[in-house]
């Protein structure tokens, strides 16, 4: 049997329907390299083995990643009867009473579902490092950051312990880790992918799931599986013209592309190897025909964005919080949880349905300022963070009245984007001298993955990312 480690979910997919290997061969090689490989990451935090062996071991639905294993993140995506503890301690036990209609679509593509990865508690930060569960660890350098929220789907991705992961993103949670471990991150177009049954829309509309991949194909294939229309959403996003997977390699025209190489406002990390990291990219866009020009939305770095975006953030907490403690039956407190999640519970419980109202009306004015810049430009490109992977405990190393402060200062160019609902993706095309990848975003407009799928393929090619592996080893 062919190395599993650093094929691609495509590759392996294509293996499964040639019969070339099996889906428990598949499902035997990832559940070895993560017993190998996990205690040195932490990436997955709880595994169900015996299940996957007997899920490939029987009759798989016959979709287009048959066999293929997968982790979900320990956060959304849930499955009736098994754990799904969003990071939060009082939660490690509970067993949640529906499957989403995500978790459905994954399983009707085919793939083999291996755990649950890493989360902060609640996803309300921007690295892996829960007070309930143990720090995930990047296999760049294990004493830096994975990012956050989805910081263990990432590592886990990164390190080849299986070739894609469920990630989602509310302020750049699938986009901060993908850039801090080196790999594709693909936030889809609001209203792209389902949350329900049970929820319409999490952070007022900013929350959209989806996946880390180490390419781009897997990006697009992941998203054509996990998009279909379910019945009674609040919105649809409008419709692709065709399959995403078609649109790799496709042309996709001169393009008017805006850079953006540091933040608009005081405040922000301005890294150089960030602007580094945006150079390059810029190089390659102009060598592959392409006008670019500095320039990005004049509202992008409005002051008043992050105090209705942590209204936003805290009615939400509050709200999530309650719904857990009616599933465990009785109050969370406040020594059980974060100081950051009680800090949002205070403001939440003290807000006003009017106060989150008018937060919610601010960003759809906001948003417009926002999409009028797209009217002259095809993308946006700018760093994916302010930084490089931070050592581990940087966020609360100033102490916890600094921590807020310092987790602002590592995201100027993520979180607008939640809010407007656009589609953006990270491609892992810069190194530090020391080994750490450092991601480049691409903005496109409303609906217009086919466009970033399109010019992330032509990136891919002109600058393959695909040979470098961190340095991990079972």
Known sequence: ???????????????????????????????????????????????????????????????????????????????????????????????????????????AAGFVVLGRTNVPELGTTVT????????ARNPWDTGHSTGG??????????????????????????????????????????????????????????????????????AAGLLDVISDRMPGEPYYAPPLPRPLGQEVGADPGQLRIGILDRPGAEGYLDDPECRAAVAGAALLLEALGHHLEESAPAVMFEPEFLRHFSTVIAADTE??????????????????????????????????????????AWFGTWARGMASWWEDHDLLVTPTLGAPPPELGWFTGAGPDHEGERVVSFIPYTAQFNMTGQPA?????????GGLPVGVQLVAPYGREDLLIRVASQLELAASWADRHPPVHA
């Open 1 to 107: 049997m062919p190395d599993m480690t650093w094929l691609d979910a495509t590759a392996q997919a294509e293996l499964v329907r040639s019969g070339e290997v099996s889906p428990k061969e598949l499902t035997e090689a990832a559940i070895a390299r993560i017993e190998a490989v996990n205690p040195q990451l932490d990436a997955v935090i709880r595994t169900r083995f015996d299940a996957a062996r007997q899920e490939a071991d029987g009759d798989l639905p016959d979709g287009p990643f048959r066999g293929v294993p997968i982790l979900f993140k320990d956060l959304g995506c849930t499955v009736a009867g098994e754990v799904t503890a969003f990071g939060v301690g009082p939660m490690r036990d509970v067993a949640w009473p529906v499957t989403s209609f995500l978790a459905e679509q994954f399983r």
């Open 128 to 135: 892996t490092e829960p007070r309930s569960f143990p720090p």
């Open 149 to 218: 929220s989805s910081g263990g789907s990432a590592a886990a991705v990164a390190a080849g312990l299986v070739p894609v992961a469920h990630a989602n993103d509310g302020g750049g949670s699938i986009r901060i880790p993908a850039s801090e471990c080196g790999l594709v991150g693909l936030k889809p177009t609001r209203g792209r992918v389902s949350q329900g049954p049970l929820t319409g829309e999490a952070w007022a509309g900013g929350v959209a799931d989806g996946a880390v991949t180490r390419t781009v194909r897997d």
């Open 319 to 360: 709200a999530t919080f309650q719904n857990f403690e009616e599933l465990l039956g009785r109050p969370i407190g406040e020594d059980e949880i974060e100081g950051r999640n009680v800090a949002y519970r205070r403001i939440g419980q003290k807000l006003s349905a009017v106060d989150y109202l008018d937060s919610r």
């Open 425 to 433: 993706i990270t491609l892992p095309l810069h190194w530090t001298p």
